[in-house]
């Protein structure tokens, strides 16, 4: 089957390996993947299944043990490490589970920083700063601290932040991680959103297959291999997830078998 859509990163044979204590940890072992322009994915898997280092792989925090990973074609870790820190402030947008911002600092600024900290003048980090506050909601919130703000409310201020250098990638690690269920699902959609609109590419680690839902692409990280995850059927329910990945993840034959014919974008990143 041909895809006439864009690769914005590619994985060959990426692998990750931990020295600790004189022995090797295994986390992630030649994975092959590609992903999209304009992919919405959740990534799943049980603790310790290596979900935050594949993320940190992908977005350059980390170093692969052995492997590439290719962003518009170009092999990531070919590059110096300066010109590594330029592709993260271009590039790539992150949001973390516990957000970072500036406790000080007004919604509004902790926003416009990162166009501050580029030397753009300040009004026009301020207007952008706005722009992007309102897309997720916050337009009547724009002068109030961190600490004036709700969880919900401080994770999309983040998600805003992200976005202000207009990365063609953004990565969450766990934003919902310490929110409800429904400030979490709104979370979910404000990316769901975003993605619509500015087309950035989004991929977000959850613990939970209800907030996966809301991302078309949905994967599974075990035994350090991506697969294909079918959550729209009985088996999502109101089971507990880590015993939901478990299950469903020990099984990579029948996970595969399981998902659906029709879940066609899952399979040509995993199989090309
Ligand atoms: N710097 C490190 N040195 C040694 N081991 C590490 C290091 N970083 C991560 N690990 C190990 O690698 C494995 C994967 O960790 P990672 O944080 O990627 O898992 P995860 O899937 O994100 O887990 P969780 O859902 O609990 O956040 C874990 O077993 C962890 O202990």
């Keep these: 089957m041909t895809d006439e859509r864009k690769v914005l990163i590619e994985s060959e044979g990426l692998t990750k390996r931990f020295l600790h204590r004189g022995k090797t940890l295994s986390v992630l072992e030649d994975m092959d993947f590609k992903i999209y322009a304009g992919d919405q994915i959740a990534v799943m898997g049980p603790s310790g299944a290596g979900k935050s280092t594949l993320l940190q792989l992908i977005g350059t925090l980390d170093e692969p043990t052995a492997g590439r990973l290719?962003?518009?074609?170009?092999?990531?870790?070919?590059?110096?490490?300066?010109?590594?820190?330029?592709?993260?402030?271009?590039?790539?947008?992150?949001?973390?589970?516990?957000?970072?911002?500036?406790?000080?600092?007004t919604a509004l600024e902790n926003v416009a920083l990162p166009g501050l900290i580029a030397r753009m003048p300040r009004a026009?980090?301020?207007?952008?700063?706005?722009?992007?506050?309102?897309?997720?909601?916050?337009?009547?919130?724009?002068?109030?601290?961190?600490?004036?703000?709700?969880?919900?409310?401080?994770?999309?201020?983040?998600?805003?932040?992200?976005?202000?250098?207009?990365?063609?990638?953004?990565?969450?690690d766990e934003p919902t991680g310490n929110l409800?269920?429904?400030?979490?699902?709104?979370?979910?959609?404000?990316?769901?959103?975003?993605?619509?609109?500015?087309?950035?590419?989004?991929?977000?680690?959850?613990?939970?297959?209800?907030?996966?839902?809301?991302?078309?692409?949905?994967?599974v990280l075990d035994d350090g291999r991506l697969l294909p995850f079918e959550a729209g059927d009985d088996t999502v329910g109101d089971r507990i997830p880590e015993e939901l990945l478990h299950v469903e993840s020990s099984n990579p034959k029948q996970l595969r078998a399981r998902a659906k014919e029709g879940d066609e974008v899952a399979d040509r990143m995993l199989n090309g």
């Design 70 to 105: 290719l962003f518009d074609g170009v092999d990531l870790f070919a590059k110096s490490s300066s010109q590594l820190a330029e592709f993260r402030n271009r590039e790539v947008g992150f949001v973390f589970q516990f957000h970072h911002l500036l406790p000080e600092f």
């Design 124 to 172: 026009e980090a301020e207007d952008r700063a706005e722009e992007l506050l309102t897309k997720v909601g916050l337009k009547e919130r724009l002068h109030h601290q961190p600490g004036e703000l709700s969880g919900g409310e401080q994770q999309r201020v983040a998600i805003a932040r992200a976005l202000f250098m207009k990365p063609r990638l953004l990565l969450a």
């Design 180 to 219: 409800d269920l429904k400030t979490g699902a709104g979370i979910h959609a404000v990316l769901r959103e975003l993605n619509e609109e500015t087309g950035v590419t989004v991929i977000v680690v959850t613990h939970d297959p209800r907030l996966a839902e809301e991302m078309p692409i949905k994967l």
